[in-house]
């Protein structure tokens, strides 16, 4: 933490590269630090030039006379390491390479992009970038734009992290536009030696930063990033972390063999990682924006139940939409606050929610309706829309709610539509760190994000399952199919395997003949399955080699024979090893438990609604093991189908339990046997509740 303080609080500064031409990046980046009113002492070093803007140059980083806490290099990357090589002589604790040339254009460069950083661990110099536009901290005690962008940013508590240094730029214009403030502000390019999650330890101890945003683009560590961001984002001192990604669709997803593999694109671990580490995705600049001055604010609610209060009724109309598809409910008023309204409201006001205080509603009119929704104890929070009419006083009617917001822990955000007539009551609202919004739709999904970021300070952790496996079994079932030089497991096998995990599976056998089928059949209960056994054929349905509700042991043998025929018609090459007859399960809805292995972030697992419905609904959730039970729960509830599961229209409560379970187990699985690459299970017919789960089909690709 000391060397990366010296990189954002220095009390010394040399730009080594500090050019006498105007448009360079040397020259620039150096006058936004002077003309910043940086408050430490800036060397210039340029071998070349007397002085840079009148200010002393030197020759090298040695010729300097006092310390060097931070050294911003802007020189061509073949001479960035003998001047790293000055540094580590220096003694210089921090170093930010703000030139490009590195990683990012081939071989040659990374070659020197991983010289550089392996000289400045050996030194222990935190380094930043290379290929980056620079840190910034407009604290009034340090003041230091050491970036080329030439605008400083108003001070504030929020922090920003970007590997874009192009993006960083529109979002400093963004900012100013908006009077937004920032506690540090990094460009951290090609990230070879800080990285999002050295910065995050460290913001997350910064007293001055209360919200952190990250734009990102790439990750390069995987359990261990869940890990440390979930402490921060929900210890003892927890902080918000927003983040948006580039690259939202799912165009990464893989030709895969199985379902898992082919719907887990790289945004599914995105997403699988951001959930677990209880970061807030959102969507847009303007969002990351609109959810950061919500969570400045200091205050989260402690439900979705949402008061409005509205001097016009489109607005709150359009309140109410956003409100509801933003993960909140209305809430429903007590009598006693329905009648404080009507003592204070006019007869043509709506005293229910959405409250309408009518458009000549005076600052006095919206305090009385705030007050008394606010200390409704079904209110979680409020939402204050203001539009400007001849009655309106936006710059009194802030007042009071600022005088409200002082007395309550409950989050009121307020919308303020219009801008020169609302001006100055915007500006108390931001003043006193009330989120205010120039429409309704931005409000409502900012206190959506707040009672998401709620919710999940507020989680129930239930007691881990204490399991057993039998891993030494299912290392030999792998094993025994690697040796034999196959990638994938027969459902016979996969089935022994699962079963070494304490999975439920159904009895089976494998029939070489259709005699033994319709032997196996009868020592069965009817109705049966059957299926083909073959390494070569993982989608038996496509092969026609499955038979379901076969009846009888005459239907056995007649099924065994269109089995072996439909799978040879589909790949005469397919080795067959028999025919698997198997006990029908019993009923319960479909799901699916799959897993994929991705570089980097390992295993990614997946839970849905199974059968057919995976393929046409793709209704997912997916996680990144290891998983214990906490989290398998979020994920059995983080689909859409999760209302099946509970039970509706006369269908039973299903046994979620046995699938937390479960999913635990295959969390285990995965990481005990690397050897496995894809995993499917499904369906998996999830029983009433208490009864279990049983595992219908299984398959496991595997991969050396």
């Known amino acids: ?190 990230k070879a030696d800080v990285d999002e999650l050295d910065l995050l330890r460290y913001l997350h101890e910064d007293d001055d930063t209360q919200v952190i945003m990250i734009y990102l683009e790439e990750l390069r560590r995987g359990p261990e990033f869940i890990q440390e961001v979930k402490a921060i984002t929900s210890g003892d001192r927890p902080t918000p972390v927003l983040v948006i990604k580039s690259g939202r669709t799912v165009a990464g997803a893989r030709a895969a063999a199985s379902h898992t593999g082919s719907l887990a694109g790289s945004e599914a671990v995105y997403d699988a990682i951001f959930k677990q580490a209880g970061m807030i995705r959102v969507d847009s600049i303007e969002e990351l924006f609109n959810f950061a001055g919500a969570f400045a604010g200091k205050k989260t609610p402690s439900g979705n139940k949402v008061a409005i209060v509205t001097n016009a009724g489109g607005p709150g109309i359009v309140a109410t939409d956003m409100t509801v598809s933003s993960g909140l409910a209305l809430a429903r008023f007590h009598d006693e606050t329905v009648e404080a309204l009507q003592s204070h409201l006019p007869s043509t006001a709506n005293l229910h929610n959405p409250v309408d205080v009518i458009g000549d509603a005076t600052q006095e009119r919206y305090e009385k309706a705030l007050e008394a929704v606010i200390k409704d104890e079904n209110v979680d929070g409020a939402l204050v829309i203001l539009t400007p009419q001849s009655m309106t006083n936006a710059l009194e009617t802030a007042k009071a709610i600022v005088k409200i917001d002082q007395k309550t822990p409950k989050p009121i955000l307020c919308c303020f539509m219009g801008i020169f007539d609302v001006s100055a009551g915007v500006k108390v609202l931001q003043e006193n760190r009330i989120p205010v919004y120039r429409f309704p739709e931005q409000a409502a999904k900012a206190f959506g994000a707040l009672y998401r970021y709620s919710s999940w300070l507020n989680r129930q952790k239930l007691a881990q399952f204490s399991l057993e496996h039998d891993t030494a079994r299912a290392r030999d079932i792998i094993q025994s199919a690697l040796d034999q030089g196959r990638s994938s497991l027969t459902e016979w096998e996969g089935a022994e395997l699962l079963r070494c995990y304490g999975f439920q599976t159904l009895p089976s056998f494998i029939a070489k003949t259709r005699e033994e089928a319709a ?83 390992g295993p990614l697992l997946m839970f849905g609604l199974g059968g057919i419905f995976v393929e046409v609904f793709k209704d997912v959730d997916f996680r990144v093991a290891p998983v214990g039970r906490n989290e398998a729960r979020r994920m059995i509830r983080g689909i859409r189908g999760y209302e099946l599961l509970k039970g509706v229209r006369g269908r039973p409560e299903t046994d979620t339990v046995a699938l937390e379970r479960s999913l635990v187990c295959l969390s285990d699985l995965v990481l005990n046997h690397p050897e496995i690459k894809e995993l499917d299970m499904n369906p998996v017919l999830v029983h009433e509740k208490g009864k279990g789960a049983t595992v219908a089909d299984v398959r496991v690709i595997l991969e050396p």
């Open 1 to 190: 933490m000391e060397r990366l303080e010296a990189i954002f609080s220095p009390a010394s500064v040399a730009v080594v590269g500090a050019s006498t031409v105007p448009g360079k990046v040397g020259h620039d980046l150096f006058a936004n630090i002077l003309r910043g009113g940086y408050s430490g002492t800036l060397f210039p070093v340029n071998p070349k030039a007397r002085s840079v803007l009148s200010v002393k140059a030197y020759p090298s980083l040695m010729d300097i006379p006092d310390p060097v806490d931070l050294a911003i290099l802007v020189v061509p990357p073949h001479t960035a390491l003998n001047v790293v090589d000055e540094a580590a002589r220096k003694g210089v604790k921090g170093i930010v390479v703000v030139s490009a040339g590195f990683r990012e254009v081939g071989p040659e460069g990374r070659a020197m992009e991983e010289a550089i950083t392996a000289r400045c661990r050996e030194a222990g110099i935190r380094l930043v970038g290379p290929n980056c536009l620079g840190v910034i901290n407009p604290h009034p005690s340090v003041r230091m734009n050491a970036s080329f962008s030439n605008r400083m940013p108003a001070f504030g508590h929020i922090s920003f992290i970007s590997q874009s240094g192009a993006l960083c730029t529109s979002v400093l214009d963004f900012a100013a536009e908006r009077d937004f403030g920032f506690s540090k502000f990094i460009s951290i390019g090609n």
């Open 519 to 601: 032997e196996y059949a009868a020592s069965l209960t009817f109705p049966v399955a059957l299926k083909i056994v073959s390494p070569h054929i993982l989608h038996k349905t496509e092969a026609k080699a499955v038979r379901l509700h076969v009846a009888s042991p005459e239907e056995a043998s007649a099924a065994f024979d269109d089995i072996v025929a439909g799978a040879a018609a589909y790949d005469p090459k397919a080795e067959i090893l028999g025919v698997l007859v198997q006990k029908m399960a019993p009923p319960g809805e479909e799901v699916i438990l799959g897993m994929t292995r991705y570089p980097i972030f």
